[in-house]
């Protein structure tokens, strides 16, 4: 195993190691971006690693001047020297030939909700308000059920049995259905802001959250005010989720 | 209040987003958001064979360095995380907390089938007190726990049954022993192993035998003469409890009950599907090898699992158009799939939509564009106005493009924001029409478009035409390069499909094909010559240095 | 429904057996000195026919399907009604030959057939695909296709209940095969009359059973040599 304790292939084999792991070693697998950056950081590393001192440099160094000058690696060389213009030119082309991609959107997922909403010609505060079934420990499994009976009949398409944004008809709207169970989701709102969404819908978002392109029905026009506010109740018990409070003004 | 902001764009948006951002297209963000939140269901297959490799390797390698020893060792336990199913004794007790959690609200307290939701699904979840299960691997009328246990985690396809994948595997199967027991007299009997003849390969020759079976059994009776769920049989079909049922639509593999596989067809050919019409083939086919040559036959007809499309492209021709849409223009064409999905926005409701999926074709030359539509619907509907309605659909574009992107609502456009489309309806043709959502939709006068349809065996090939330019302000102008946005709307008029019960799609891009720019032959070669510069000027450089240093 | 036949049967065959046995050897009946019984059926009522226009195999199935819920032939006689002994014993391959259920002009034919337990030959004399789907309790069910060069299939009835048969290719095909503990059973024919043969001597329940109208039960004295006459009137 002596070819290990040459610096090049140390250096060589965590680089490969680490993209290996990076890439399928975790799950969900990482977006190519996110990849393209800890590999970025890991070569970063391992040219630290090897120019610690000189020695380590050298030995780094070697086989690549080698490469490059001794004369019994001439064969290597030539190849190289084909070889790597060749896979440049065709990555060149993959890219020239690209298909044109559709326009990328900026999108606000959470936007600010507003203060006061109308529902159903009722003035309802958002802004700091908090869900009033709460208040009341006794009937909390009451809510939940007819929460859960509610979310079934009607969110289940979209947003899926277990809650996971995966529901039936998910494959085929954009944006798509929100996964409860994710914690950048109901974890980091609180109730009202909720509430202002299922009453509300889709139409009801500000314009930098693409309120035409959402199908999320406004659910004033089927729900009442307690039972938006059941559904919400079962949406955290079921995930397991506590929603966010609203900060204290100072 | 925060407010977090997406960037949107393949890879920012996935950073920052999770699972609830937008992209370009639906799918593609669906699809990413799978991925990234539920890519728990990695391939059986893989999962398996990584967990019967990795320890040996671990061993065999652990000497020659702990690193390498190590790293293999934490691959192996991150990749594997799908365990064998081998079949365990659940504990009802336990799979009924978890019953009441996750399966209640379809399947009911008492397991009849009768939960909250029921009276909105078709198929209606699974009675379990009755003891009929569809999908079984045994020749006995009960299924094995294996064959449980592979639909509760994979789910039906095709129904409102999920794949539970996400539940842990001792959820699984507790859920199991106490889903028997509705039915308990009736899993006393253990259940045998249904034997399949060997396995024939899908060979050319086995497809054209498995035709000639499938019309020699009258599989058309039902499936129809292309398998596409439009059998004269078909409105008469009911289940053992009294209600309406569809064949299945044999060229759409990837919503089989049971799997797109050809051993899962061969099994559902061979045993039946239990409390359906299908009946068991397996005695009833001339040799007992024709149980594989009709599933290798079914499986040609249709891909295991539909590619959809992201980007619609209409491709620049420059010969005249053909209205027919058997032309051959279209037929060279590849089509562009896309899904369509039930309308739950505005009331009555959509919540098993009929058409699913529509194919689109789009060409234009310098004068005109045209889209040529093809979609499967089991009646060609002569609407009467009260139970059978006209089959329609609509291409659905915004008057004007916006700058900044912003589209009408995309349900039929708002009150505000109108809508353009253009629409084909059964017995009517070809017309466009500007609508303020669903309720207020209008035909415009003096319409140019025009179009054919055609209906074969369950499927409509439509063809709408109309010029580039725009008459008036309600229509939209189409510009090669240009982004327009596009979205779809379908009703199948005989499954009573009329007004907001319709199947729609989100916004999608439309964009015609600009003739392709001569750069792709031009940059390449340059790049490469430019390295090859480059490589050779550091080898002479490194050779010079090299030698002075030496 | 079926649930409480199949338990009253069970509950019958009990007391039989019981009595039988309480009666002991000195009222058994004489060998082959048995009675018959003559039973007519009859309904006060006007036939119930539904009529199905059909879409397809219509050289076969002809163009319009006629579902025959009551079919009352002259003197108010009813057709296929099951009449049967309540709780008699007997050697259950007394009836000549294997029965069979013919699918034929898109109708199972007869519509209603009556056997002892065992195998039964389902034809299909028809060159087209029917499916043979049966609504059982205390037999499987069997749902199994029958394409046109499957002439003849067997199947097994072992348990004593009333199955019905169906074929989901053309819906309105509707049969009954009545699986019976013992010989003595009959179907009756358009008059409404049918005979049961070799009856044993002495008191004996009898049941008449219809698709649509249900069941109805009278006592015979069942002499031997003799034919004793039961009339029953059937009502929705």
């Given at each position: 195993m002596s070819f290990l304790r040459s610096r090049f292939v140390q250096a060589a084999l965590i680089l490969v190691l680490s993209a290996v792991i990076l890439r399928f070693g975790i799950r969900p697998p990482a977006p190519w971006s996110v990849f393209t950056l800890y590999m970025a950081v890991v070569f970063l590393a391992v040219l630290i690693f090897v120019s610690s001192d000189s020695d380590s440099w050298r030995g780094f160094i070697r086989p690549i001047r080698s490469t490059l000058v001794?004369?019994?690696?001439r064969v290597l060389r030539s190849a190289l020297v084909v070889v790597i213009p060749l896979l440049l030119g065709y990555y060149a082309y993959t890219q020239a030939a690209a298909k044109p991609q559709a326009p990328a959107e900026l999108r606000a997922v959470h936007p600010a909700p507003p203060d006061t909403i109308q529902f159903r010609g009722k003035q309802i505060n958002i802004s700091g308000a908090e869900n009033p079934l709460r208040k009341d420990q006794a009937s909390r499994q009451k809510h939940v059920a007819a929460g859960a009976a509610l979310y079934i009949r009607n969110c289940v398409y979209c947003h899926g049995d277990n809650l996971d944004g995966q529901g039936h008809f998910a494959r085929g709207f954009n944006p798509p259905p929100a996964n409860f169970q994710d914690p950048g989701t109901i974890a980091m709102l609180q109730e009202a802001y909720l509430f202002w969404r299922i009453a509300k819908g889709g139409p009801g978002l500000p314009r930098e959250s693409t309120p035409w392109n959402s199908v999320m029905p406004s659910w004033e026009d089927r729900l009442t005010e307690e039972q938006i506010w059941q559904v919400i109740m079962y949406l955290y018990d079921a995930t397991g989720q506590q929603p966010r409070r609203w900060e204290t003004a100072h | 209040m925060r407010a977090g902001v997406c960037a949107s764009g393949p890879s920012a948006a996935e950073r920052a987003c999770p699972c609830s951002t937008t992209s370009p297209a639906p799918f593609v963000a669906a699809a990413r958001s799978h991925l990234r939140c539920h890519a728990r269901s990695t391939s059986a297959g893989t999962g398996l064979a990584g967990a019967g490799r990795a320890p040996r390797r671990h061993s065999r390698r652990a000497s020659t360095g702990a690193a390498l020893g190590a790293a293999v060792a934490l691959l192996a336990s991150i990749v594997v995380d799908v365990a064998p199913a081998l079949a365990q004794a659940g504990d009802a007790a336990a799979g009924q907390a978890v019953y009441q959690r996750k399966c209640m609200g379809c399947h009911g307290e008492k397991g009849d089938g009768k939960g909250p939701a029921a009276e909105l699904l078709d198929p209606k979840p699974r009675d379990f007190t009755s003891g009929i299960y569809k999908i079984r691997t045994t020749s006995t009328r009960m299924p094995s726990d294996q064959d449980l246990f592979r639909v509760l985690t994979e789910g039906m396809p095709g129904t409102s049954m999920p794949p539970w994948a996400v539940l842990p595997e001792r959820d699984r199967w507790n859920l199991i022993a106490y889903i028997k027991s509705f039915a308990s007299e009736k899993f006393k009997e253990a259940p045998k192993k249904l034997e399949l003849p060997k396995e024939v390969g899908a060979s050319a020759e086995s497809i054209k035998r498995g035709r000639e079976m499938f019309e020699a059994i009258e599989c058309n009776k039902c499936h129809g003469a292309d398998g596409r769920?439009?059998?004269?049989s078909r409105p008469e079909l009911k289940d053992e409890w009294g209600q309406p049922i569809k064949p299945a639509n044999l060229t759409k593999r990837w919503t089989f009950r049971g799997g797109p596989s050809r051993a899962a067809i061969a099994t559902r050919l061979a045993a039946g599907v239990l409390g359906t019409p299908m009946p068991a083939f397996l005695d009833s086919v001339e040799k007992p090898d024709d149980i594989w040559h009709l599933a290798n036959y079914i499986a040609s007809l249709g891909p295991a699992a539909p590619a959809y499309g992201t980007l619609l492209t209409a491709t620049a021709v420059g010969e005249a158009i053909p209205d027919d849409p058997q032309a051959e223009l279209w037929k060279k064409m590849v089509g562009q799939n896309i899904p369509l999905m039930g309308q739950v926005i505005a009331d009555p409701r959509n919540f098993n939509p009929s058409i699913d999926l529509v194919t689109v074709r789009a060409a234009y030359n310098d004068r005109e564009i045209a889209f040529h539509l093809t979609w499967d619907d089991p009646t060609e509907s002569k609407p009467d106005g009260k139970q059978t309605f006209a089959d329609a659909i609509a291409l659905q574009f915004p008057p004007t493009l916006e700058p900044g992107g912003e589209r009408p609502y995309v349900l039929m456009g708002d009150a505000a924001e109108a809508v353009y489309q253009l629409r084909w309806d059964s017995g009517k043709g070809v017309s466009e029409v500007t609508a303020n959502g669903p309720t207020r939709v209008r035909a415009l006068a003096g319409s140019e478009a025009t179009g054919k349809a055609a209906y074969a065996n369950g499927q409509y090939q439509v063809v709408i035409k109309r010029g580039l330019g725009a008459q008036d302000a309600s229509r939209p102008t189409f510009r090669p390069a240009v982004f327009t946005p596009i979205a779809f709307q379908a009703w199948d008029g005989g499954a009573g499909e009329t007004g907001t019960r319709l199947s729609l799609t989100s916004w999608y891009y439309l964009r015609l094909e600009e003739p392709q720019s001569k750069a792709r032959f031009v940059i390449p070669p340059v790049v490469a010559l430019l390295a090859l510069g480059a490589m050779l000027v550091i080898v002479w450089a490194a050779n010079r240095r090299g030698l002075s240093v030496s | 429904m079926r649930k409480a036949r199949g338990a009253f049967i069970a509950l019958a065959l009990v007391v039989a057996g019981a009595a039988a046995f309480i009666g002991g050897p000195g009222s058994a009946p004489a060998q082959g000195g048995g009675g018959t019984i003559e039973a007519e059926v009859k309904y006060n009522g006007a036939p119930v026919v539904e009529k199905l226009k059909v879409n397809k195999d219509t050289q076969k199935c002809g163009t319009e399907a006629l579902i025959e819920k009551i079919v009352v032939g002259p003197n108010k006689g009813l057709a296929n009604a099951v009449v049967s002994v309540v709780g008699a014993k007997g050697a259950t391959t007394a009836k000549a030959g294997k029965p069979v259920l013919d699918q034929h002009g898109c109708k199972f034919v007869p519509h209603v057939l009556a056997m002892t337990p065992g195998e039964i030959d389902v034809k299909n004399s028809d060159d087209i695909l029917h499916n043979i789907h049966t609504y059982s309790t205390a037999n499987p069910s069997v749902n199994k296709a029958q394409p046109k060069f499957k002439k003849v299939m067997t199947e097994k009835f072992d348990k004593p209940e009333i199955i019905k048969v169906t074929c989901d290719v053309h819906s309105w095909m509707l049969g009954w095969v009545a699986v019976l503990p013992h010989p003595y059973f009959g179907v009756t024919k358009e008059n409404g009359v049918t005979k049961i043969e070799n009856v044993p001597a002495g008191k004996q329940k009898v049941e008449v059973w219809h698709e649509t109208l249900g069941k109805q039960e009278k006592e015979v004295e069942v002499k031997a040599g003799q034919t004793v006459k039961v009339g029953f009137e059937m009502k929705k």
């Open positions: 001794d004369p019994d690696q | 769920a439009d059998g004269p | -």
